[in-house]
């Protein structure tokens, strides 16, 4: 079966940075497209980035282009987010997800829009943003 594993959320100060992980315990990502999503107190879960297999593609919902990048690690079979620039408004459960079947690099239409794009998801990482 497989499994998504989230870790690296906690609460942080307005302006700050912090990284996420994302690691599949008992598969290998290497053929798979991920994503980071993030649900909001009373909002829909909205798409913030996703990620091509090889990595060399990805792209950005307009609310975190230039603070937050997406990268993965075949070696640790892992993907990252790194949030700078923390605002208020980042506050939510951040989820990773992949599937083997959904291009990144292809997706016509705006990422936040990608959420029913994937198969396989983890159980979620709550960031809190405040002073």
């Known amino acids: 079966q497989v499994q998504l594993v989230e870790s690296g959320g906690g609460w942080v100060q307005p302006g700050g940075s912090l990284t996420l992980s994302c690691t599949a315990t008992?598969?290998?990502?290497?053929?798979?497209?991920m994503g980071w999503f993030r649900q909001a107190p009373g909002k829909e879960r909205e798409g913030l980035s996703c990620?091509?297999?090889?990595?060399?593609?990805?792209k950005y919902a307009d609310s975190v282009k230039g603070r937050f990048t997406t990268s993965r690690d075949k070696a640790k079979n892992t993907m990252y987010l790194q949030m700078n620039s923390i605002e208020p408004e980042d506050t939510g459960v951040y989820y990773c997800?992949?599937?083997?079947?959904?291009?990144?690099?292809?997706?016509?239409?705006?990422?936040?829009?990608?959420?029913?794009?994937?198969?396989?998801w983890g159980q979620g990482t709550q960031v809190t943003v405040s002073s």
């Open positions: 997800a992949a599937d083997p079947y959904f291009s990144c690099s292809g997706y016509p239409w705006p990422v936040e829009r990608s959420r029913n794009e994937y198969s396989y």
């Open positions: 008992n598969f290998q990502l290497d053929f798979y497209s």
């Open positions: 990620i091509s297999p090889s990595g060399g593609s990805s």
